[in-house]
């Protein structure tokens, strides 16, 4: 039986609340950017070395990887750590989730009554327009330093004012953009 809104709002609350109480706030678009760099890294070693001048022991000639004293350098050369982790761990649940929920509809069979009233039938511009929003979403995050995970909901936990003003932001920019783009109804 799917879990209803309230209650699944209720349990990722109480899983950022431990998360914070017990390691550190959550935050994932980092990751995207480590990933990154150990693919790069694995062709090119050069991209980090042990350092004994930076402060985390690793340096990068990438200036966003050796910001702050090396740190993303650092995650880079071991990323098995927490925040990597709990990305892998999210891509894993996720796929748990859907196979105990009997696998993942097919676009054909689950295309939102909304979605063909606006834009058609077609699953190609469906799956594209879900990758350039990804894309978008994912840009923006790091052009920010970090996601809606990190600044809007581990953020306004920890009452960041920086928090509040991203997910006004978000929301202010994301009810027009929906209601233009969803304008006939289904």
């Excluded at 349990?11 to 980092?30: D, E």
């Excluded at 105990?100 to 295309?111: I, K, S, Y």
């Excluded at 995050?141 to 970090?146: H, K, V």
Aim: hydrophobic share 50%; charged share 10%; with cysteine.
């Amino acid at each position: 039986m799917p879990l209803n809104w309230k209650m699944g709002g209720l349990l990722l609350g109480a899983v950022f609340f431990a998360a914070v109480l017990l390691v550190k706030p959550i935050g994932v678009s980092t990751q995207f950017v480590i990933l990154d760099g150990i693919l790069w890294n694995a062709v090119d070693p050069s991209v980090v070395v042990e350092s004994g001048e930076a402060k985390s022991g690793y340096a990068s000639p990438n200036a966003y990887l050796n910001k702050s004293g090396g740190k993303y350098a650092k995650s880079v050369a071991n990323p098995l750590n927490y925040s990597f982790v709990f990305v892998i761990a999210m891509i894993l649940g996720a796929a748990l989730s859907a196979a105990l929920r009997g696998g993942v509809p097919t676009a054909e069979r689950h295309m939102p009554a909304i979605w063909r009233a606006n834009f058609g039938d077609s699953v190609l511009k469906r799956y594209a327009a879900a990758f350039l929003a990804g894309f978008i979403v994912l840009y923006g995050a790091r052009l920010a330093g970090g996601c809606t995970s990190g600044h809007m909901m581990s953020g306004m936990m920890q009452t960041s004012v920086s928090g509040y003003i991203f997910a006004a932001g978000a929301f202010l920019a994301g009810i027009p953009i929906a209601l233009y783009l969803f304008r006939k109804e289904a």
